[in-house]
C-alpha cells in the first residue's frame, strides 16, 4: 500500500526547530506557558538555594560554636542563629511547595491545549485534503498522527519542558555561586561538563535514528493491523491466517529491536550521570581537603557547598540531555504531524471563488484530460454535454474511467487539461460547498455515523425535521423506517444489513433535494430484492433531476436517457439503449453477454432484434 513520505529534520540541529514549531503553539496560550515557565523557574532557584543555605548555617552557626566553645559564639546565640536558618528552610521548603504545585497544574494545562490545538488542527486538515491524499494515504498512518503521535509531542513541550528550564537554572545559578566563592573548585567542576555533553551528542543521535525506525515501523503495525482486522474474513476464507500472524510477527519483531536499542542508548544517561557526578565530587573533596589541611583558605561549609552542588549540577545536565533525547525520540512524531499539516491542499476555492446560485443541472466536460500518475493517463480528451434533467449512464470494463468522470463532476479531483462546467460555470472558479450542497451522492459501498436512523438520514442537512426525513424515506421506498427514526444503528452501521445501509444512504442523499444527483455502483452490493425495491425509486429520485449512473448490472440503467460507453479513457458509444442495441457496438457486445450469463447458456440469443427486446428478469 503507498503512503504518503513523511518529511523529515535530517540535520543534527533538528531539535531546535521542532521545538519551535511546538513552542508557537504552547504561545497561543501565554497566561499558563508563562506561569509554568515562571513557576518552574521558582522551583530551581529554591533547589539551588538550599545549599547555599546550609553553607550559612555550618560556617555561621555549627562550625563557629563548635571552635569557640563558647568563648566567641556562646550556645544560645548559635541556637538562634541555627533556629533562624530552620525558619528560612521552612519558609523555602513552604514556597518549593506550592510553586511545585503550581506548575503541575500550568503543564497539565500547556499539555492538554497543544493536544487539543494539535488534534483539532490535524482533523480540520484531514476535512480540507483532496481524495488524492486518501489514495495514497493508509487509515493506520492517518489514525497514529491524531492519537500516540500528538500526545508524544506534547509530552515534550509541557513535561520535557519542565526539565529543560530546571535543568538550566539549576546549572546557571549553582555555577555563578561556586565561582563567586571559589574560582579553583568551580573551574574543576565545569570542565567536566562539556566532556559528558560531548558524549551525549553521540548517545542522542543514536536515540534519534532507533527512534526514528521504531515510530515509522509503529504506523505500519497500525495500519497493518486496521487492514487485517477489517479483512479477517478473507484471511479464513483463503487460509491465510497463519501468513498473515507471520507477517505481523516480523514486523512486530523489527520494531522490538529498534524501540530496545533506542531505549538502551537513552538509559546510558544515568549510569553516565552517576559516574561524572561521583568522579567530580570526588575531585572537589581531594582538592578541597588538601586546600583546608595545607592552606585554611577553604571553610567547611564551602567544601559542603561544593561537594553538594558537583553531586546535584549533574542531575540538571542529566534532565537537559534527557530532555533532548525525549526531544529526539520525538521528532519522528513531530515530523508526521508537521507533514500532515503541511500536506498542500490542491483542490481548494479560489480566493475570488463565487457560490453557485440555484443549480439547473447542466454539465459540460470540455476536452477534459485527467490522470493520477503522470504516465498514466484515466481520461483522454473527453468532451460531454448533459442537459438538464438528463439522465446519464455510464457503463464499461473496471478501470476505462467512468467513476473518474463522475468524480471530476462534484470536483473531487481537477483535470489536468480541459475544463468541467455546471450552468456554464468553470467548477474551478466557483465554490465548492455551493456545488456539493446541490448534489446527491450514493456509493457503491455506504458508510453510516454512529448515532440513529433519523441522524443519518439528515446528516446533509440537519436542520430538516422529522416530515423531510419521512418523506425521503418514502421516495426511496424505505417505509420500515419511518417508525424506527430513534433507533441506534452502530458503528458504520453495523446493526443494519447492507441493502439498509444503502437504503439509508438513498435516503440521505435525497433528503437535500440534490439538482444533480450521482449513483456510483449505489446496487452492485445488495441482494436482487433490494435492488429491485430500490430500482423503482430511482426514477422517481432522479425525475428532474440531472443523474449520473454507474451501475454494473445493466438492467438498472436501460431506461437512461443516454448511456455512454466508456473504454481506455474515452467515450466509444453514447445513444439510448435501443439505439445502441441495433449498432451492435461495444454496449451490445456487454448487455448479451450480461444477459446470457443471467439467464443460463441454455437461452441463447437468436435473431437481430431479440436482444433489444428482451429484459432480464426484474428489469
Known amino acids: 500500500m503507498s503512503r504518503l513520505q513523511d518529511s523529515e529534520y535530517n540535520s543534527h540541529g533538528s531539535v531546535w526547530p521542532f521545538l519551535r514549531r511546538m513552542l508557537a503553539y504552547a504561545l497561543d496560550y501565554p497566561a499558563p506557558f508563562w506561569a509554568f515557565v515562571l513557576s518552574v523557574f521558582v522551583v530551581a532557584l529554591i533547589d539551588a538555594a538550599f545549599p547555599l543555605v546550609y553553607t550559612q548555617l555550618i560556617d555561621n552557626a555549627l562550625k563557629p560554636m ?54 483539532r488542527f490535524m482533523f480540520d486538515k484531514l476535512q480540507q485534503l483532496e481524495f488524492a491524499f486518501y489514495d495514497k494515504s493508509a ?85 497493518r493491523y486496521n487492514e487485517h482486522i477489517n479483512g479477517v474474513e478473507v484471511n479464513k476464507s483463503t487460509a491465510q491466517e497463519q501468513r498473515a500472524s507471520e507477517g505481523f510477527r ?14 538502551f542508548y537513552t538509559a546510558m544517561y544515568m549510569p553516565l550521570v552517576i559516574f561524572m557526578g561521583s568522579l567530580v565530587a570526588a575531585m572537589v573533596i581531594i582538592v578541597g581537603g588538601q586546600q583546608n589541611i595545607g592552606l ?49 491542499v490542491t483542490i481548494k476555492d479560489k480566493a475570488d471563488a463565487r457560490d453557485f446560485p440555484h443549480i439547473e443541472g447542466e454539465v459540460t466536460l470540455e ?62 472558479d466557483m465554490t465548492m460547498e455551493s456545488l456539493r450542497r446541490q448534489m446527491g451522492i450514493v456509493l457503491q459501498t455506504p458508510h453510516l455515523f454512529s448515532g440513529s436512523i433519523r441522524d443519518n438520514v439528515r446528516y446533509g442537512n440537519s436542520d430538516a425535521d422529522d416530515a423531510a426525513v419521512i418523506e425521503a424515506l418514502r421516495t426511496v421506498g424505505a417505509e420500515e423506517f419511518i417508525t424506527r427514526l430513534d433507533e441506534e444503528v452502530g458503528e458504520n452501521g453495523d446493526k443494519l444489513s447492507l441493502g439498509e445501509k444503502q437504503l439509508m444512504s438513498f435516503a440521505r442523499a435525497v433528503l437535500v433535494n440534490p439538482r444533480i444527483f450521482i449513483m456510483d455502483e449505489a446496487t452492485s452490493s445488495i441482494d436482487a430484492y433490494t435492488e429491485m425495491r430500490i430500482q423503482r425509486s430511482i426514477e422517481q429520485m432522479i425525475e428532474g433531476r440531472t443523474a449520473f449512473i454507474i451501475a454494473h448490472r445493466l438492467s438498472t440503467i436501460r431506461n437512461a436517457d443516454r448511456i455512454l460507453f466508456v473504454k481506455r479513457g474515452k467515450i466509444v458509444e453514447q445513444g439510448g439503449h435501443d439505439e445502441l442495441m441495433q449498432r451492435r457496438g461495444e454496449y451490445y457486445h456487454l448487455y448479451t453477454s450480461q444477459l446470457r450469463s443471467s439467464r443460463g447458456e441454455d437461452n441463447q440469443l437468436g435473431d437481430e432484434a431479440a436482444p433489444a427486446n428482451l429484459a432480464p428478469a426484474g428489469a
Open 250 to 263: 516480523g514486523l512486530s519483531l523489527e520494531m522490538r529491536l529498534s524501540s530496545f536499542k533506542a531505549q
Open 296 to 344: 585554611a583558605v577553604t571553610q567547611v561549609g564551602t567544601l559542603v557547598l561544593f561537594f553538594t552542588y558537583a553531586m546535584r549540577i549533574f542531575e540538571p545536565i542529566y534532565d537537559i540531555t534527557h530532555f533532548y533525547a525525549n526531544a529526539q525520540g520525538a521528532i519522528s512524531a513531530g515530523e508526521r504531524i508537521f507533514s500532515l499539516l503541511d500536506a498542500p
Open 66 to 119: 563548635m571552635e569557640s566553645s563558647g568563648e566567641v559564639l556562646d550556645a544560645p546565640t548559635a541556637m538562634r542563629r541555627i533556629w533562624v536558618y530552620v525558619a528560612i528552610f521552612g519558609a523555602l521548603s513552604i514556597a518549593q511547595v506550592v510553586a511545585i504545585h503550581y506548575f503541575i497544574k500550568q503543564a497539565g494545562r500547556v499539555e492538554n491545549n497543544i493536544l487539543y490545538d494539535l488534534r
Open 367 to 428: 476536452n477534459v484530460s485527467f490522470y493520477y500518475e503522470k504516465g498514466k493517463p484515466v481520461l483522454d480528451d473527453v468532451t460531454l454535454r448533459v442537459k438538464p434533467g438528463e439522465s446519464i449512464a455510464l457503463v464499461g470494463a473496471t478501470g476505462g474511467g467512468k467513476s473518474t468522470i463522475v468524480n471530476l463532476v462534484p470536483r473531487f479531483y481537477d483535470v489536468q487539461e480541459g475544463s468541467v462546467k455546471v450552468d456554464g460555470h468553470d467548477v474551478r
Open 139 to 223: 487509515v493506520g498512518w492517518l489514525m497514529s498522527r491524531i492519537t500516540s503521535d500528538s500526545g508524544r509531542v506534547t509530552e515534550v513541550v509541557s513535561w520535557g519542558l519542565l526539565e529543560g528550564v530546571w535543568g538550566l537554572t539549576m546549572i546557571f545559578v549553582c555555577l555563578i555561586v561556586m565561582f563567586a566563592t571559589d574560582w579553583q573548585l568551580a573551574l574543576l567542576v565545569t570542565v567536566s561538563i562539556p566532556i559528558l555533553l560531548m558524549v551525549s551528542v553521540r548517545i542522542r543521535l543514536l536515540i534519534l535514528r532507533y527512534s526514528r525506525r521504531a515510530r515509522k515501523l509503529n504506523s505500519e503495525i497500525t495500519a
